[in-house]
């Protein structure tokens, strides 16, 4: 991050949640849906998370915003310690740090106009009123390519993927320093996915503004992003460079997740047996050593930490890179 402060930086970050049985509810166990994440935004960056459903990406997403509160860890944002904050500064706070959801369709509302749900953002931190409200919403809708008479319009008059783009337009309101995508075009048609991704580059190479891209595909992240973290089980197990990772992949997880987004992939040999384990009772050592094809005896005792490699990689595995994405596979020692 050339050595300037990073815009957003995440420590030692768990989240934990109480497993209930029974007529009662009585605590039968726990998950740590997020287990000792350490991230980094710089400004004007995009982090791409990316991982199957059930890692980890979504909720760590979440905690970045303080939708909800971790259990352990730290959080600075802009300078400032962001699980201090609290009422009226975090309230104020906010602005700077926005969210796009997965479903325009259940994150807007359905009998508000679509203007008014634009305008919400500014009246509530006290940005705008009265006409220059009004013009600011028209600007809006504009950037991201409506027309300023869409304001008048209900959410169910748009498509798909002219309702992210009003999501889009709501999330860019305040003018946040950092815009948070949990699976944006995920839930919209291959063409249109394009044109939203497409819209959101466009977007932060004229504001400047950092993201957070948060998806399953890791085709679609190394579009967006230029750095990746790979989740597994609550974990981040390889981080670096987008066209790095996406080139050459180090981690057995990564390597099958770039074969699950690439054309031919199963005639590699490399399509991803089994399902992720039970997060109630994970196992002993590396949590994806069940499904690894290179695991060995060590892998199923000790828990490999994430180690840096060379050229600002990082890999959380005993035998990082021996796995090639083009074989599919490699000789267990």
């Given at each position: ?23 009662f509810g009585a ?211 390889e981080e670096g ?93």
């Amino acid at each position: 991050m050339n050595g300037e402060p990073a815009l957003f930086e995440a420590n030692g970050l768990v989240k934990v949640y109480p497993v209930r049985r029974g007529l009662f509810g009585a605590a039968a166990g726990h998950i740590r849906a997020v287990d000792g994440v350490s991230l980094a935004i710089a400004r004007g960056e995009t982090l791409g998370l990316v991982g199957e459903s059930g890692s980890g990406k979504s909720t760590t997403g979440r905690l970045l915003l303080r939708l909800e509160e971790p259990t352990k860890g730290e959080m600075r944002f802009d300078g400032e310690d962001w699980t201090a904050l609290s009422g009226r500064r975090l309230r104020k706070k906010r602005r700077d740090i926005q969210m796009v959801f997965q479903d325009p369709q259940s994150s807007l509302h359905p009998l508000l106009r679509v203007g008014d749900q634009i305008a919400e953002p500014l009246r509530v931190q006290r940005m705008a009123g009265g006409r220059a409200l009004a013009e600011r919403v028209a600007a809006l809708l504009t950037e991201v390519g409506l027309s300023p008479f869409a304001a008048d319009r209900y959410p169910s008059e748009f498509s798909g993927g002219q309702r992210q783009r009003v999501a889009i337009a709501r999330a860019l309101a305040t003018r946040p320093k950092l815009l948070v995508c949990d699976e944006p075009v995920s839930a919209l048609d291959v063409s249109v996915a394009a044109q939203i991704l497409n819209l959101l580059a466009d977007l932060r190479e004229r504001t400047g503004m950092a993201g957070l891209f948060i998806s399953h595909d890791l085709a679609v992240v190394s579009r967006v992003a230029d750095r990746v973290a790979v989740f597994y089980c609550g974990r981040i197990v390889e981080e670096g460079r987008a066209a790095d990772v996406a080139a050459s992949p180090l981690h057995p997880y990564t390597v099958a997740l770039l074969a699950a987004a690439t054309e031919g992939s199963r005639a590699r040999g490399l399509v991803l047996s089994g399902e992720p384990p039970s997060r109630v009772a994970p196992p002993s050592g590396c949590a994806f050593h069940p499904r690894c094809p290179i695991a060995r005896p060590r892998c199923r005792v000790e828990t490999p930490p994430l180690d840096a490699k060379p050229g600002g990689r990082a890999a959380a595995c005993f035998y990082a890179g021996e796995l090639s994405p083009r074989s599919g596979s490699s000789p267990p020692v």
